[in-house]
């Protein structure tokens, strides 16, 4: 079992397939776009990484990040694949069906409503979601879910 978790093993392998590909660290930049998390969030890694003893670095200089694991022993990754992000439709194809073809959703709060999200069609509201979501993504995959049993009927 490796010592360290499968997101830092992604994380030690990015940076080692940069580094082989690119002749250079990745700036932390090159990480944020690549996994698609926020700013902070690579930096924690970063530091995590680091505290773990994975990788060492140069505070203040750019591009210092070295792996400090032997490159057998990361997971493999292939940085010259392009990682393709599914389309909003792909990812939820009842949900853009139902905005192009059948209503219209309402995101969002106001004072007179109890959710975050709701659909309606030409009749009224069809369903209403819950108050709070933790991500979008957890929103509109109840959205689809919802819209997909009320189209089951």
Do not use: C
Not at 76 to 99: C, G, H, L
């Amino acid at each position: 079992m490796p010592p360290y978790t499968p997101k830092q093993g992604q994380y030690l392998a990015f940076i080692a397939a940069y580094m082989a590909k690119y002749g250079r660290s990745p700036a932390e930049a090159d990480i944020h776009r690549h996994f698609m998390v926020s700013p902070p969030s690579v930096h924690q890694m970063i530091l995590t990484l680091e505290a773990r003893g994975f990788i060492s670095r140069t505070p203040g200089t750019a591009r210092s990040i070295k792996v400090l694991l032997p490159v057998e022993e990361l997971p493999p990754f292939n940085i010259s694949a392009k990682q393709r992000v599914a389309t909003f439709e792909e990812r939820y194809p009842t949900v853009a069906a139902w905005v192009t073809t059948q209503g219209w959703i309402e995101l969002g709060s106001d004072d007179n409503s109890r959710s975050m999200v709701r659909a309606l069609d030409e009749g009224g509201m069809v369903w209403e979601g819950k108050n709070r979501y933790a991500t979008l993504d957890a929103l509109f995959t109840d959205l689809e879910n919802h819209l997909i049993a009320w189209q089951q009927g």
